[in-house]
Structure formats: C-alpha cells, structure tokens
C-alpha cells in the first residue's frame, strides 16, 4: 500500500499514519519527524531547518525532494509506505510522482483529512501539553503561520490530486479509533478496486 496523508497541522495525519503502521506494517514517512530528528542530531540539514520550522515556514523544496527520494531507496519501504506530510507543495509532488515513475510504482491513494479549523488550536495546545511542549511549533502564534503557508501552498496539492481523480477525503475530528475506521474503509474500497 502507498498512500498519502494530507491535511493542515493537528488534522491527526501523524497519529492515524502510526495507526496503520501499526496495523499493515508499512513504512511511516514523516517528513516532520525527520526533521526533528536532524535538528537534534545536529546535522547540516537539521540546522538549517531548526529556524524555518520554528516559524512555522517550509523547509525548501529541493532539501525535502532529497531527503525524501533517499528515504524511498530503504529497503523498509518495498512492502509500502504512508507519507505524512510529504508532499507540502506542487513542486514536492511532481517530484513525487517523478521519483515513483522511476521505480515503476504508483500510489493507491491520497486521502485528505479535513477540520474544523476553528478546533485546531485546542488540538494543538492539547499536543503541546501531552508531550510536554518537545515542539517548538506547537503554538497559537506558530499554528496560525502553519495554517497559512497550508493554504497558500499545501491546499493546492490536494487540487493537483484531485484532478487525477485519486483524491479522498476523511472528516478528521472525530476520535482517533472513528477517523481510523473511516480510513480503513476508504482503503479497502480503493485497494479492491
Ligand atoms: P509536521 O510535523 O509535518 O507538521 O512538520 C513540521 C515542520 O517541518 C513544518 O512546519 C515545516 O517547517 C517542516 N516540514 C515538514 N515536512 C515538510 C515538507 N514536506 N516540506 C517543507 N517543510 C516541511
């Protein structure tokens, strides 16, 4: 199974990507989760994404193609893959596509979550206080550039997406376990198709 998860920050992508990780043994290909791992490592990378994320902006395309395209090389990712929060941009996505050309494989489904954006914050503090402020992105001031830069440059993705007709979309405010049967569902439909 190779399958996308779209939607603004706080939407659960990361939570209902571990769900299925947990339950299909796919990859989970977080995008933030790598970052957050080279700005502790202290990587080159990480040091120079640590100031963009901080202000909820997007790390540029090209390092994100990169990181990405390596990542697909893994042996881990043969059985399938959930990419969460990948891709954020246009540009991200025709190099998507590209990378999976090349390797004669295609996705099966890019499943959108929606919002009410009015409840995000609420979502977004609650995160902050379960881990314990660990992002430093996890603010009201932050999460209102993060929405932004969504609509300005993440929203499109969905269009692109939904032009090819592989475009699906999940009600996310339900509980972890209501959204997560949803998804399940949605999946099985499009894996039988
Ligand atoms: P996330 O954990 O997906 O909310 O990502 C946290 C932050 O990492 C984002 O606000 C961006 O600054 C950066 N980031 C993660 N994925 C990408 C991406 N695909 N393109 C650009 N920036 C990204």
Do not use: C, W
């Amino acid at each position: 199974m190779r399958l996308i998860l779209l939607g603004p920050p706080g939407a659960g992508k990361g939570t209902q990507a571990q769900r299925l990780v947990a339950r299909r043994g796919v990859a989970q290909l977080s995008t933030g989760d790598m970052l957050r791992a080279a700005v502790a490592a202290g990587t080159p990378t990480g040091a120079r994404a640590k100031a963009i994320m901080e202000r909820g902006e997007l790390v540029p395309d090209d390092v994100m193609i990169d990181i990405i395209a390596d990542r697909l090389d893994r042996p881990d990712t043969a059985k399938g893959f959930i990419l969460d929060g990948f891709p954020r941009t246009i540009a991200q996505a025709e190099a998507l596509s590209d990378l999976l050309a090349r390797k004669n494989q295609r996705l099966d489904a890019v499943i959108e979550i929606t919002v009410d954006e009015g409840k995000l914050l609420d979502r977004i503090e609650g995160r902050a206080r379960e881990t314990g402020g660990a992002r430093a992105d996890d603010t009201a001031e932050t999460l209102s550039k993060r929405l932004a830069v969504y609509h300005a440059q993440t929203a499109p993705v969905a269009d692109y997406y939904r032009d090819k007709g592989m475009l699906r979309q999940v009600h996310g405010m339900g509980t972890v376990e209501e959204v997560g049967v949803v998804i399940e569902n949605l999946l099985s439909e499009v894996m039988e198709a």
